[in-house]
């Protein structure tokens, strides 16, 4: 198993075209499938909440991958409960990992280089074995409603700091509103102990999130955002974004959204386009 990211790794000052691009393997594994379990180990994704995958919209995603686990080292496994447990309808996935930070050559990137992890650069997860560890249940039943729980504890690094320990539930529903509408809605919430290392730092995150779609036209309200305790500096950062879009039968789709995010930020207004293309 592989993922080719391709995307900008430097921040860029003012306006900017195709600035700071690096290429890197966010994913490398070897993986067996049988009828009721999944074992993989190597540069994996451990399972940790929904949001980054399944929260609509251009922007409605961020929030999630700020807790998402990525380019991390070690081992895991699923069980697909629902093929185990007789009568079980739906799916029902039980996931767990044990791993750490990537500081392999596949922690760099190649065009822009973002640099090495050392393990001297510290921080949580960043240790000498494999000593953090996610347990998360994921399913959907029959009538169109979806779920996530799990929790996951990263380990201090060598720069002496608390093991971050971490909560996150989810859920989403799908239902027909009738003369060729439907809509689907989805809440997601993350909790954070000891956040970045620093003990008695906490940090939560939230997204909620609702759409309409008709034939082949869709419409999507996402609000998001993140907020740090005083420790951290007590900052809050809220979203909302509305976007519009639409399937075209050759797999293309077409979408725009716009976001505005506390006036005390920098980045208060941001729109954009998104015109990605499905290849079978």
């Known amino acids: 198993q592989s993922s080719l990211v391709l995307e900008p790794v430097a921040e ?6 195709f600035h700071g691009e690096g290429a890197y393997l966010d994913t490398l594994s070897v993986q067996y ?12 994704s451990p399972v940790f ?3 980054a995958a399944i929260a609509p919209g251009l922007y409605g995603a961020e929030i999630g991958e700020s807790y998402e686990l990525v380019e991390m080292v070690g081992a895991g496994g699923d069980v697909n409960l629902a093929a185990m447990i007789p009568g079980l309808a739906g799916e029902h996935v039980l996931s767990a990992a044990l791993f750490m ?50 929790m996951r504890t990263l380990a201090g690094g060598t720069d002496g700091g608390a093991d971050e320990t971490a909560a996150v539930i989810g859920a989403s529903y799908t239902f027909d509103l009738g003369s060729g509408w439907n809509a689907d809605v989805f809440g997601e919430v993350a909790a954070v102990s000891n956040a970045d290392g620093v003990r008695d730092a906490d940090r939560s995150f939230y997204t909620l999130a609702g759409t309409v779609r008709s034939g082949d ?4 309200a996402i609000m998001s955002g993140q907020d740090d305790d005083v420790i951290l500096g007590e900052t809050q950062l809220d979203r909302l974004e509305l976007s519009i879009g639409r399937g075209f039968a050759d797999g293309t789709s077409l979408d725009f959204g716009a976001s505005v ?8 207004v941001t729109t954009g386009v998104r015109l990605p293309r499905g290849v079978g």
Not at 33 to 44: E, R, S
Not at 217 to 220: E, K, L, P, T, V
Not at 261 to 266: E, G, K, L, M, S
């Open 49 to 51: 909440g929904s949001a």
């Open 12 to 17: 860029a000052d003012g306006d900017s075209y």
């Open 33 to 44: 499938a049988g009828d009721a379990f999944t074992l993989y180990a190597g540069n994996i």
């Open 261 to 268: 995010a506390d006036p005390n930020t920098a980045d208060a």
């Open 101 to 150: 930070k990537d500081r392999s050559v596949l922690s760099d990137s190649i065009g822009t280089s973002r640099g090495r992890l050392e393990l001297t650069d510290g921080g949580v997860g960043n240790t000498q074995g494999l000593k953090s560890h996610s347990l998360s249940l994921d399913g959907a039943t029959q009538d169109g409603f979806g779920y996530s729980l799990g």
């Open 217 to 220: 036209w869709r419409g999507s």
